[in-house]
């Protein structure tokens, strides 16, 4: 019996393959797309009558529009009084096609962006395909290095309608507070895009030395990466301890007090993040100090291996 991942599924569940198969059909595609365009989000009433669904779909036999309309019917779409309307999950497949994220191929080559490396004041440039939008300093190592080459400051996955509808400077910064509110879910440890579990290891450089440069044992100027991962939907993301602790409402606080305007979802703070002091306390289990400066003050917080704060002071 075909069941979901968590093993609630019930007798009519699909399987994926199922699913999949649904899809592959242009008529069955033309009437989401269809129940899409009549789709008002925070309406309650989306409903198209059986008519006006079967005029707006490119199809003249209706007998074929409702065999597949009825396969539709259950899986991601709702039968109600008033006709027929999206289900949660048919419109999150239009809303994937939609944004690009499975039809779009954008590209973005180097290009300024208007913001100076935290490191040394250079000026950064992105990148942009396969949905990834890479953060890289013009002129010294940068946080890590990224397919063999150094300079990498900031990566985010993001989907191609959100680059291709703003200018560079305006898609840049929304990439931003879009990777920052993505990680914030995660350090909660809910899935922002299933809902699911997250499982937070923590990759920590016992020997770290970055000097002026990239760490020789671990190759990044970070001492610790904090690796999220759903184990549903397999989603998956690393951030920077010394980013993932920004999100702390202690942290806020702490910026607040000493003047400073801190929003986590800005470049700001990826810029801030750079100046975070790292110290590892314990290997096993994880415990390691982040000291953050501010205004001639420092806060100390102490993080356990899931990144929980046992001990905060300044």
């Given amino acids: 019996m075909p069941s979901s991942p968590s093993g609630r599924g019930g007798p009519d569940a699909l399987s994926p393959e199922e699913v999949f198969a649904l899809l592959g059909n242009d008529t069955r595609v033309g009437i989401l797309r269809a129940l899409w365009d009549a789709f008002e989000s925070g309406r309650g009433d989306n409903a198209l009558p059986y008519s006006e669904l079967f005029a707006g779909v490119d199809i003249d036999d209706s007998g074929n529009f409702s065999y597949h309309l009825e396969k539709l019917t259950g899986p991601f779409v709702r039968q109600t009084a008033e006709g027929y309307e999206l289900k949660q999950t048919g419109i999150n497949v239009v809303r994937a096609v939609v944004a690009g994220t499975v039809t779009g191929d954008s590209t973005v080559g180097p ?5 100076a490396c935290p490191l040394c004041g250079a000026p950064v440039e992105i990148t942009y395909s396969d949905e990834l939008m890479i953060v890289s300093c013009t ?3 940068g946080r890590s290095r990224w397919n063999g080459e150094s ?10 309608i959100g680059v291709d509808q703003h ?3 305006e898609a840049f910064r929304a990439a931003i507070a879009y990777s920052l509110h993505e990680t914030a879910v995660f350090h909660e440890g809910v899935c922002p895009h299933c809902l699911g579990p997250v499982e937070t290891t923590v990759d920590a450089c016992t020997d ?17 990466d904090a690796w999220m991962v759903c184990a549903t939907c397999k989603r998956s993301i690393p951030p920077p301890v010394a980013l ?5 409402p202690g942290v806020t606080a702490f910026y607040h007090e000493h003047g400073v305007d801190h929003r986590f979802a800005t470049w700001d703070t990826v810029a801030r993040s750079y100046r975070i002091e790292e110290e590892l306390l314990s290997a096993d289990p994880l ?14 917080v102490v993080l356990d291996g899931e990144l929980n704060p046992v001990d905060v002071s300044s």
């Fill in 167 to 169: 200018p560079i400077e």
């Fill in 139 to 141: 002129t010294c190592d």
């Fill in 244 to 248: 993932v602790v920004l999100d702390d």
């Fill in 111 to 115: 290009t300024p962006v208007g913001v």
């Fill in 287 to 300: 415990e390691m100090c982040v000291t953050i400066p501010a205004e001639g003050d420092e806060l100390r």
């Fill in 208 to 224: 770290h030395d970055p000097a002026d440069t990239l760490c020789p044992n671990c190759d990044r100027f970070n001492m610790a």
């Fill in 151 to 160: 300079g990498h400051l900031f990566g985010a996955f993001v989907p191609p």
